[in-house]
């Protein structure tokens, strides 16, 4: 009986191993689906970061293409609005030359008449005196109150003076037209050295000696035998203007910083023009300020860099420079300066311009 018991015991036991054994296997193999499962999950997550992180760079990379695309708008709506104002104001000043210019020409062109009538009547008061040297009472006062003898001298001086006067403003018109090239919206063959005298005459009153600047600003041009060049004539003036009033305001810092009287300092501008070679010229505009120093070289052409104050720079000059040098003409613009030495502004351009 008791044996019985044991074989059905042993049968049992038997039994419920299999049924755990079973219940192992199973739990077995629900682990290792389990761990198959956060594998598969862990290597999804893995796939979705390194999406993630892909488009994270795609959407920086896009920013950055936006930042170009706007700051080539902002430079784009700069060179517009300046250009809008350049031709507005070339219009004007074209119109205010052309004005001037007949009215100046009259007096110009009258005024060596009226020099020679007027030595007549006064030779013609000569011979007058010498026949008659003891006219009426009247005519005797008449000397005395206008000073005749004083007329006599100085009148020579006075049309002379006068003349200069008008064949100034004749320059002034010329080079305010020179200058303004309305005419020349495309392509011209010009004298570049037109161009320079053109501006240097708009800019003489800036090179004079004044309350805040002790001493004039000396002009040295040394001027190479240029060939005509193809250029946009007008915008190549803006250039020149930028540059060469850059140079004054940077000699009449160096004027009060030097105290060019003490110092013995001579503020200087020197230009200087030269063939390259076949294809290409070079204008270097010099001064010999105070210099630019490393950090502000590299931001020179920036638009809105400026170190000049509020109200004084709005710092488009040279970037506005640069974008028509380089990029309209195709040509090259560089500043080489060292603190304490002064700048030069390099300016090369090709002799003719091909379409582009
Ligand atoms: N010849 C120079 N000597 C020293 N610094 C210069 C010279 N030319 C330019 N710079 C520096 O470069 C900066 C930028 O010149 P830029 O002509 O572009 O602007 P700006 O003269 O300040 O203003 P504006 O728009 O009125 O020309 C100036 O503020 C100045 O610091
Ligand atoms: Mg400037």
Redesign the pocket.
């Given at each position: 009986m008791q044996d019985i018991d044991y074989a059905s015991r042993l049968k049992e036991l038997e039994k419920t191993i299999r049924i755990l054994q079973k219940k192992l296997e199973r739990s077995e193999a629900d682990r290792q689906q389990l761990e198959n499962a956060s594998e598969v999950r862990e290597a999804i997550l893995k796939s979705v970061i390194r999406e993630l992180e892909a488009s994270q760079i795609a959407l920086e990379n896009r920013g950055q293409e936006l930042e170009t695309i706007l700051g080539n708008l902002k430079a784009l709506q700069i060179k517009l609005v300046e250009s809008e104002k350049m031709s507005a104001l070339g219009v004007l000043v074209a119109g205010i030359a052309h004005e001037i210019n007949n009215p100046v020409s009259f007096i110009y062109g009258n005024l060596s008449y009226a020099n020679n009538y007027f030595q007549d009547v006064l030779d013609l008061l000569e011979i007058y005196q010498q026949h008659y040297p003891n006219p009426a009472i009247a005519i005797q006062e008449k000397i005395k109150e206008i000073e005749l003898q004083f007329i006599q001298e100085d009148s020579k001086k006075l049309f002379q003076s006068m003349m200069c006067g008008a064949e100034r403003i004749c320059e002034i018109v010329k080079s305010l037209r020179t200058f303004s090239r309305l005419d020349e919206a495309e392509f011209k063959t010009v004298d570049i050295h037109d161009g320079i005298d053109s501006t240097l005459v708009i800019l003489n009153n800036r090179f004079k000696a004044s309350s805040n600047k002790l001493c004039d600003i000396q002009i040295i041009r040394k001027y190479g035998n240029l060939p005509l060049v193809e250029c946009y004539a007008g915008q190549l003036n803006q250039v020149f203007m930028?540059i060469l009033?850059?140079?004054t305001?940077?000699l009449e810092e160096a004027v009060v910083k030097k105290k060019c009287t003490q110092d013995n300092f001579n503020p200087t501008i020197e230009i200087a023009t030269k063939v390259i070679n076949h294809d290409w010229i070079e204008i270097s505009i010099a001064?010999n300020?105070?210099?630019?120093a490393e950090p502000?070289q590299t931001k020179?052409f920036d638009p809105f860099?400026?170190?000049?104050d509020i109200g004084?720079?709005?710092?488009?000059?040279?970037?506005i420079s640069y974008k028509i040098i380089v990029e309209l003409h195709g040509g090259n613009l560089e500043c080489h300066?060292a603190p304490g030495t002064g700048?030069n502004?390099i300016i090369q351009i090709p002799i003719r311009q091909y379409t582009k």
């Open positions: 930028n009033a850059n140079a305001d940077a001064d300020g105070l210099g630019i502000v020179l860099f400026t170190t000049k004084k720079g709005t710092g488009l000059g040279l970037s300066s700048a502004f």
